[in-house]
């Protein structure tokens, strides 16, 4: 496809449209101004907002928002960090008052340590969070029974991890997002664990909608560079899916013409 054809390729969450399906974080970066030229080379229209690591209100210290403007980049206010359904319904009220955010990525998690979710509280916080009007979107396991438990309960999207956050080993099981993905009606994103371009790559093969990352471009040697290699693969992994993978075989077959020889 040529770049003209590729804009077109939309994706949607909650009633919103979005041409780029690369997420970035707000977070681990060595100042918010190398957070916004990262979020820029990356080509991203969405940035996560951790509410309880990010200044977004104290005016006396350096702010999220003097850097990352709103009006350039749709805010995804999450819950990172909250490992209650209460907190992190708390937390997304406060979102809500502070800048009017409905559209908010819900995390539980379980450990400080292994940071995997919570999937019994995830589900809790989601059904109470849907019942006073947010769209939802969901990091969770990558285990399709509770993947379809929180899309039939809501979800504006579905959001299983690559392996736990931070660690960037990459995908660990393809086989189970492959499953999510082709049973999921609402977006899927890959969320958490990527590491490198090819993580991206491998999992906008795979058919999702679009991944989110944070650790994977702001503890790269080179954020910005990273940034732009993570755009680039994204697009790649996506038309690598729509353009349809040759078939694997077994045997080798010649690429050319076997008619015809001398």
Request: charged share 25%; net charge negative; proline share 5%.
């Amino acid at each position: 496809m040529d770049g003209s054809v590729h804009k077109e390729d939309t994706w949607t969450v909650a009633g919103r449209t979005f041409t780029s399906r690369l997420i970035v974080g707000t977070g681990k970066y060595k100042d918010y101004a190398e957070n916004a030229a990262a979020a820029e080379a990356a080509g991203a229209e969405i940035v996560t907002v951790a509410l309880r690591r990010v200044n977004l209100s104290d005016p006396s210290q350096p702010m999220l928002v003097d850097h990352v403007k709103p009006d350039r980049f749709t805010f995804l206010p999450n819950t990172a960090g909250c490992f209650t359904g209460e907190e992190a319904v708390r937390t997304l009220r406060l979102a809500r008052e502070a800048g009017g955010w409905d559209l908010v990525k819900l995390e539980v998690l379980s450990d400080p340590n292994l940071l995997y979710p919570d999937m019994e509280e995830t589900l809790r916080a989601l059904k109470m969070l849907i019942s006073e009007g947010f769209q939802v979107m969901v990091y969770c396991t990558d285990d399709p029974v509770f993947a379809r438990k929180l899309e039939d309960a809501g979800a504006a999207a579905i959001m299983p991890l690559a392996a736990p956050i931070g660690s960037g080993l990459g995908i660990l099981n393809a086989v189970n997002l492959k499953i999510i993905i082709d049973q999921t009606k609402v977006p899927v994103l890959v969320d958490a664990g990527l590491g490198t371009a090819s993580d991206a790559t491998l999992a906008m093969e795979l058919g999702c909608d679009a991944v989110l990352m944070n650790t994977a471009i702001s503890n790269a040697r080179d954020p910005i560079r990273m940034a732009r290699a993570m755009k680039h693969a994204v697009i790649a992994g996506r038309e690598a899916f729509l353009a349809g993978r040759m078939p694997k075989k077994v045997f080798g077959e010649a690429s050319s013409p076997t008619a015809g020889l001398i």
